[in-house]
């Protein structure tokens, strides 16, 4: 079926705009992770969710990061206030069950912060 | 908390060329995964290794869990394996400790 989809694929904002980035993960899938990439670096883990259970926040760098996860299917990440060191491809991955399982990643949306 | 180093961080070879990609982490680890990002950012999951040696076509991994070290071996370079090869390890829950990558240029 269809892979891991990211919308937008790009996002250019002005510093102190709110941006939301959205994550359709591979259907039937029930973990979903929210990733950050800055530049030339490795991957940070922001948030992970595991079918209903309440998401893991523990990555967040800040209360002006938020997501949420309707119906166990779409998820979206808030960055409320955006700060220029916000800029980063932020990527979407999920899995069919979470733990030890294979993580399929979506194309990422860049964010830029003017 | 728990380290990953990977080398090097660049290699620049020709195409036809071997490789070898190094993995370090610093406590064990209950899964390792390779993966490869390509020059247009897509990450593809290459090998759920743990322990032990698998084979894709030209590419393999081993891991010595043990010893705390995973390779991953290329053969026979293509410019389509250019990219950033990332190793990234689990520990007691599901989240990946990521390393920064080795960058690899395969040229013509």
């Known amino acids: 079926g269809a892979g891991v989809s990211q919308s937008p694929s790009n996002k250019v904002t002005e510093k102190g705009k709110d941006v939301e980035l959205r994550c359709d993960p591979i259907?039937?899938?029930?973990?979903l992770y929210w990733y950050r990439q800055s530049l030339g670096q490795g991957l940070e883990f922001l948030i992970y969710f595991q079918g209903n259970s309440a998401p893991d926040k523990s990555g967040l760098p800040s209360d002006r990061f938020s997501a949420e996860r309707t119906g166990g299917s779409v998820s979206t990440l808030t960055i409320q206030r955006t700060q220029q060191e916000d800029s980063a491809v932020y990527l979407c991955a999920s899995s069919s069950s979470g733990l030890r399982e294979t993580q399929y990643f979506g194309p990422g949306t860049r964010l830029l912060v003017l | 908390g728990i380290q990953v180093e990977q080398s090097p961080p660049d290699l620049i070879l020709q195409e036809g060329a071997n490789s070898t990609l190094r993995c370090n982490f610093s406590d064990s680890v209950n899964n390792l995964q390779w993966f490869h990002q390509n020059p247009w950012g897509q990450l593809i999951n290459l090998f759920y290794i743990p322990s032990g040696t698998k084979q894709n076509g030209r590419l393999s991994a081993t891991t010595v869990a043990t010893e705390r070290y995973s390779l991953l071996y290329i053969s026979s370079s293509q410019t389509t394996d250019s990219g950033v090869y990332f190793c990234a390890v689990e520990r007691s829950n599901y989240q990946l400790i990521w390393g920064a990558g080795t960058k690899l240029i395969i040229k013509p």
């Open positions: 259907s039937g899938h029930t973990a």
